[in-house]
Nanobody
Framework: QVQLVESGGGLVQAGGSLRLSCTASGSISAVNAMGWYRQAPGKQRELVAGITSSGSTNYADSVKGRFTISRGNPKNLVYLQMNSLKPEDTAVYYC?????????WGQGTQVTVSS
């Protein structure tokens, strides 16, 4: 099992920045990728950004150039630096950790961007 704890959400004005953090514990040696999804009210959950154990990253087109995902040291930490935030970035952001047999999810952290 892998447990995930997120932090760093909040309320920010459009154009502002936030940094989300996610800490993994448990069977972290089995994790081959971590990242973030988000879900806005009335919408499906969507991938925001991911990073593999080798450091490869991928981003949703809507956040490219504004968001940066990175891993901390030790590597059970993942960060999402969000710059130039827009009202459409408002959502609950969920950290995930993927293994070969399951995906673990965090409890979610609310990000609200006011116009």
């Amino acid at each position: 099992q892998v447990q995930l704890v997120e932090s760093g959400g909040g309320l920010v004005q459009a154009g502002g920045s936030l940094r989300l953090s996610c800490t993994a514990s448990g069977s972290i040696s089995a994790v081959n990728a971590m990242g973030w999804y988000r879900q806005a009210p009335g919408k499906q959950r969507e991938l925001v950004a991911g990073i593999t154990s080798s450091g490869s990253t991928n981003y949703a087109d809507s956040v490219k150039g504004r968001f940066t995902i990175s891993r901390g040291n030790p590597k059970n930490l993942v960060y999402l630096q969000m710059n130039s935030l827009k009202p459409e970035d408002t959502a609950v952001y969920y950290c995930y950790a993927r293994t070969t047999s399951f995906v673990a999810w965090g409890q979610g952290t609310q990000v609200t961007v006011s116009s």
